[in-house]
Structure formats: C-alpha cells, structure tokens
C-alpha cells in the first residue's frame, strides 16, 4: 500500500488543544474488528463491552520532560528534543538550530549546565552532560514537557499530571501512550468490579512517532526503533487468560506493538529489547484480540497500524464517523474501542 491511501481530511477544530477535566468524560467510539458498525458511548462506559476474565495490557512507561533550550558558544538558540537514553551516560536527541552544531561544539543550559556534542547518527545527535549527571535527572530539572507538534500551544502545569498515565512508572517516554490517558481511579475500579484483569509490558516511546513516513512506497518505509519491556510474569499471565477463555485488550497501540514484537517468532516470550516492528495491513496478529486507542493523524504509522487490525476500509469509515460527529482527535483526544470480529 501507499501513504496517500492512508490520507484524510481533518478540520483544525477537532485537534483536542488540552485534556478534559475528568480523564474518562471522553467519548468512545465502539466497533468490531472488520465491520463498518460504530456506535458512539462515553469512555466511562467501557466496562459495559467487557467480560470477566478479560485482560488489559497497559503500558507502564513515563515521560521525561524531553525538551530542553540551550545557546551554543556563539550564542545561537537550540532546543534539544530526547529521543533515549544510552547505556554510557549519554543520549541522543534531535536538535533545532538556525545552523546546526556539529561535534564536539558545546551546547549552554539555562543554570549553566553543559552539552557536548559527541557525533551525528543519522538524524539524530548523541550528547553528553560535561558534569556527567544522568540525562534522566538533567531533563526532569530542566526540560519541558514534549507536548505534540500539533498542541499549538505551550505546555502549563498542568499538562505534567495530565499528560501522564496513572500507570506510569518507568521513566524513558518521550511521548504519552495517550490511550491510557483516559483511564481514571474509578473506571479502573469499575473494571475490577466487573472482573476485568490488568498487567503492563514498558515501551518508551521515542521522539521517531512525531516523524512523518517520507516515502509513499510502505515497503521503503524504515521504522523507528523504541525500547520494550514484556516480563515473563506478563507472559504467563497472558497464557493462563487465554486458556480460561479470555480476551486481551491492548490500551495503545503502544501495547499492542510491544506484545506483537515479543510473539514475532510465532509465540509470545519475555523480552527486553529494541523493536522497529511496522504493521501495516495484511500482518497476522499473534497475541491481542482487542485494541483500546485514539484517533491518530493521516499518513501515520499507528494509522496504519489500526487499519491493519480493524480493517482499512472499516477504519476509514469511523473516522468519517467520527469526524462528522465532531470528536475530539489526537492525544488529548478522544477513544476508539475495537472489539474482536462477529461479537
């Protein structure tokens, strides 16, 4: 397939600018995998398309402030965006620069910290702190938080809570995994109530989600690769709910990757690990039955991915859908709900 198959107009208006002030006020579009079939609930509802014995799989990851602002020697302004953090101490990043830095050019923060620039790597730069203080604790001092591109505006105090998940405890994110955004304490206890189990698997999302495919041709397309954790007590847990008869539901498509690339030899195993595992339509899923995500932008990767799991033409039909109904899309969006075939 080709990029422009996955292309769709999008009024401005419907880019939600910030998040509702209860997490699971959103809306929740319901639909079957592979049917045209939506119906429009509130999110607070979806204990009501749930079984007990169900599972879902949240993803535990947490965000760093990732956006740091710092000068060169010369005075030139840089914003300095996280990608990960490297095993030595260092990380790479994306810069923004009127002319940009080369190696080993200092990079100046705002309470006089340094940032060596150490080599290129594609389009991405590796940096250091001269003082060498972990990145992780430089960018909670000092950086922002790494609203989306399309968030026209900047970030204020609350988005620090609001753009974390309740289940967020393993810092590494550069990014929210947004369907999660909408789970609240008493939905959550809803879910329990109803019988619905729950267990994570850590995927850091890297700054590569905000990239857009460059290539029209799906099969040129080269994925970012982002750090994945599914433990073995996940594992088990997935096989002991299968084998009672239960459904797994991903929260994210950032679940659902992670889950996938750990079951890419044809079974699920633990894993810890790189993944630049892309699916696109025509890939067999292994391990989820369920998907629980917002909407997502034209010509995306995780576009691709849903459409691939619910079917491109059902896809495309809800968010028509949704688009005429007027739902709020992107991060701070609202929620899409894909039940398993013929339920």
Do not use: W
Request: proline residues 5%; aromatic residues 8%; glycine residues 6%.
């Amino acid at each position: 397939m080709q990029k422009s198959d996955f292309n769709y107009d999008l009024p401005a208006s419907l880019i939600a600018q910030a998040p509702l002030d209860v997490r699971s006020d959103s809306r929740l579009l319901a639909m079957n995998r592979n049917s045209a079939k939506v119906s429009d609930r509130q999110f607070r509802q979806l204990p009501d398309y749930l079984q007990a014995g169900d599972l879902i799989v949240f993803n535990n990851t947490r965000v760093i402030p990732a956006r740091l602002f710092g000068h060169k020697s010369t005075g030139g302004q840089v914003e300095v965006f996280l990608e990960r953090v490297l095993d030595d101490g260092s990380f790479l990043a994306m810069l923004r620069a009127s002319k940009t830095p080369k190696s080993g050019q200092e990079i100046h923060l705002g309470d006089g910290s340094v940032l060596m620039l150490q080599e290129r790597k594609d389009n991405f730069f590796r940096l250091k702190c001269t003082t060498d203080e972990p990145p992780v604790e430089l960018f909670e001092r000092l950086g922002q938080v790494p609203l989306p591109p399309y968030i026209s505006r900047p970030p204020v105090d609350a988005d620090h809570e609001r753009y974390q998940t309740l289940f967020a405890r393993k810092p590494g994110a550069v990014a929210a995994p947004t369907a999660s955004l909408h789970f609240d304490d008493a939905l959550l206890s809803a879910l329990r109530d109803r019988g619905v189990k729950s267990t994570e698997i850590t995927l850091h999302v890297g700054a590569g989600t905000f990239q857009p495919v460059r290539v029209d041709d799906l099969a040129k397309h080269q994925m970012h690769s982002e750090y994945l954790e599914v433990s073995e007590q996940t594992v088990d847990t997935i096989a002991k709910v299968k084998r009672e008869g239960g459904r797994i539901f991903a929260a994210g498509t950032t679940s659902l990757r992670a889950l996938e690339a750990a079951a890419s030899g044809g079974k699920l195993k633990a894993m810890k690990g790189d993944t630049n595992l892309f699916i696109t339509p025509g890939y067999r899923f292994r391990v989820v039955d369920g998907l629980i995500t917002n909407f997502h932008l034209p010509e995306s990767t995780l576009l691709m991915l849903v459409s691939a799991f619910a079917g491109y033409d059902e896809i495309r039909k809800a968010y028509a859908h949704a688009i005429h109904e007027k739902y709020r899309f992107f991060s701070y969006g609202d929620a899409m709900l894909i039940l398993p075939a013929n339920e």
